[in-house]
Structure formats: structure tokens, C-alpha cells
């Protein structure tokens, strides 16, 4: 009797921390499993005798297509690349699809880059011809990885916006009027189109994620709290502003292992260090490194240095802010409330904190190892 009564007690007094304990499990252990949807751009601009597309992918996701690494080494020669441009060339063309009031028209002219950052642009130019009704389709969707999303940008010939839209494998066409398109007007309204995509980067990047939860799980002060959320903040602003703007480039081979080594740390100085007053230095400097990974995903999208570049910066770090700071507010009062038991404390923290650090290995392996 005194048993039953005894474990009714534990189950009155633990199932509420326990339930939101396996949320938090889950939000450790599910980035070792999944994987940040692929993201690319297409960005298209009107000029005087032609449409310009540019469509840019990651170097790795085109590899799946198009194997370009022939030793299989991690890195791209210029004769890999020129053996391979032939396949890349064909596959550009095949890339994208340019219909008029009904008629399909052909690309005259295609090229294929691939810069320093390891991404790969296709460059296609159509020429003009009249009619109203253009219908824009991205036909590479469907052979890149489940979950591939392409972030399509219509331009006039002074760059500034027209129309945006997120594409997918389901809904990888965009149609619009020519006629009512104010091509000659200036209407700047990128800053929209990147604050949730920035906000999305946050909320889908697992690796960023397992660190912020690693770092906020640790508990302390809501000054200490605030001091690591902040010093995160700005550190990882500078070094998104420095890649961005092409000041600082550090290649995505050695950021994306850095990443994960960070999760690492984070997770076993949960276990083997408690006091976290200094930890918002630590923070800084790792916080300088996710900034690197941060400003991948903007090249992804096609934006690189210059004064075109000042508004999607700004809008796209708002946008990661923004979901740092709902992700905070939603977990740090289930976490200061679980702390008020000392059991949380004692096992789960470095339960959670161990799970963290095994993401952060299996990170890890994959972008060095299986790279």
C-alpha cells in the first residue's frame, strides 16, 4: 500500500517534468536524424534585350546529379571541373523553363561557374519576345534531395524586386502578367521576402539549434541568460555582415566542421563545468563561427557583396534573431521551471546535454569523414 502510494506521489509530482523532458529530448536528438532542406535560388532580371536567369545551388547537391569530385577527394580541380562542364552545361539547360502566352522559349545562351564559396551558378539568357503571359518553371527541384526548396527572385534591370516567391517540388512554377509588371519602376521590397526566410533558417537549422538548446538547457540567472543569448547575437552578426559584404571568406569545408565542433564543447561543458558565468565569452567566439554559416545560406540564395546586398543582409539576420528569440521564450521558462527540481539537475541535464554532444559528433563525422 505505502509502494503504490509512494510511486502515485512521484508520478504526481515528476509526469509534468517528465512529459516536458521529452520534449526536450526530442529537440536534442532530432537533429541526428534529419537533415536541413536543400536551398537554392533562381534570380531572374529583365534587361534590354533579354531575361537573365541565374540559378544557384550548392556544390554538393549538384555533385548528386552531376559528379564533378572524379578522386573523390573533398575538393573540385579545374580540370574536374572542365571534364565535367559538358554534363553541367546539358543539365543547365534542362534547368529551367521560360513559356510565353503558350510557347516554350529555348535559352540562347548557357554558362556554368562555380565559385569560391563551393556554389555552382548556371547562367541562362533568353531572348526577348512579346507576348503577356510568362510562366517560369524550376525543373531541377524534382532531382535534388526531398525537401529542396528554391527561393525565386524577379528583377528589373536596376535590380530592384518585382515579385518573389519560395518554390518547391510541388509548387515549382510561377506565372505572372508581363503587362502589369512595372518593370521600369523601382519598387525595394526584398527586405520582406528575406525576414522569414531568415527566421525559417533559424527553425530548420538543426545543428544551430542542438547549440542554442545546449547553451540554454545549462539554466543560470536571467542576466547570464541574457549576456550568452546577446553575445551569440552580435558575434554572429559581424562575421554574417564580413562574408556577406566578401571581407571575410572562410570556406564552408572548414565553417560546417566548426559548427558542429562547437556543439560539442557546449555539451560536455554542461556536464563537466556548471558554472557558466563566463560562458557568454565562449559564446562570442563560437557565435562568430555559426555567423560564417549563417552567411552559406544567404550565398545560396544568390546574394554576395555590394549595396544590393546592405537590405537582404539586414532583413535575413532580423529574420534569425527573431527565431532565436521565440525559440528562447518558448523553452527557457519550461527549463527554469524543471531546474526547481534537484533530479532535472542532476540526470537530465547531463542526459540532454550527452545527446546534444552525440548530434554534434554525428555532425561532425559526416561534413569531415563521409564528406
Not at 525576414?195 to 547549440?211: N, R
Not at 532583413?315 to 534573431?321: A, D, I, K
Request: proline share 5%; glycine share 8%.
Amino acid at each position: 500500500m505505502f509502494n503504490q502510494m509512494n510511486r502515485a506521489n512521484l508520478i504526481q509530482l515528476f509526469g509534468p517534468a517528465i512529459r516536458v523532458l521529452l520534449v526536450l529530448l526530442t529537440l536534442a536528438t532530432a537533429p541526428a536524424f534529419a537533415h536541413d532542406p536543400g536551398l537554392s535560388a533562381a534570380r531572374l532580371k529583365f534587361g534590354g534585350d533579354k531575361l537573365a536567369v541565374r540559378l544557384t545551388f550548392a556544390r554538393d547537391e549538384i555533385a548528386l546529379i552531376a559528379p564533378m569530385d572524379a578522386d573523390r577527394d573533398g575538393r573540385i580541380t579545374q580540370p574536374e571541373f572542365d571534364a565535367a562542364r559538358a554534363r553541367l552545361e546539358s543539365l543547365a539547360k534542362e534547368s529551367f523553363a521560360v513559356r510565353l502566352d503558350g510557347r516554350e522559349i529555348p535559352p540562347s545562351a548557357v554558362a556554368v561557374v562555380l565559385d569560391e564559396s563551393n556554389a555552382i551558378h548556371f547562367d541562362l539568357d533568353f531572348p526577348p519576345a512579346q507576348g503577356s503571359r510568362l510562366i517560369l518553371r524550376s525543373l531541377l527541384i524534382d532531382k535534388l534531395p526531398r525537401g529542396h526548396r528554391q527561393f525565386l527572385s524577379l528583377l528589373d534591370a536596376g535590380e530592384n524586386a518585382l515579385a518573389q516567391r519560395m518554390l518547391d517540388a510541388a509548387n515549382n512554377s510561377f506565372e505572372c502578367d508581363l503587362a502589369a509588371l512595372p518593370i521600369h519602376q523601382k519598387r525595394p521590397h526584398a527586405f520582406w521576402g528575406f525576414l522569414p526566410l531568415g527566421i525559417e533558417h533559424i527553425l530548420l537549422g538543426f545543428d544551430h539549434l542542438a547549440f542554442l538548446l545546449a547553451l540554454l538547457i545549462a539554466g543560470g540567472k536571467a542576466r547570464e541568460t541574457v549576456k550568452i543569448i546577446t553575445s551569440f547575437t552580435v558575434a554572429h552578426s559581424i562575421t554574417l555582415g564580413l562574408a556577406t559584404m566578401d571581407v571575410v571568406k572562410v570556406s564552408p569545408g572548414v565553417v560546417e566542421p566548426l559548427i558542429a565542433v562547437s556543439i560539442i564543447y557546449v555539451g560536455l561543458e554542461n556536464i563537466f563545468r556548471r558554472e557558466i558565468k563566463r560562458r557568454w565569452l565562449l559564446t562570442f567566439a563560437f557565435g562568430l563561427v555559426h555567423g560564417f554559416g549563417f552567411a552559406s545560406a544567404l550565398r545560396e540564395l544568390g546574394v554576395g557583396a555590394g549595396v544590393k546586398a546592405v537590405t537582404p543582409l539586414l532583413s535575413f539576420n532580423l529574420g534569425v534573431e527573431i527565431g532565436q528569440i521565440a525559440i528562447a521564450a518558448l523553452i527557457l521558462p519550461l527549463i527554469w521551471k524543471l531546474r526547481q527540481q534537484p533530479r532535472f539537475v542532476i540526470r537530465y541535464v547531463p542526459a540532454c546535454s550527452i545527446l546534444v554532444a552525440l548530434a554534434g559528433g554525428y555532425w561532425l563525422i559526416e561534413r569531415t569523414v563521409l564528406k
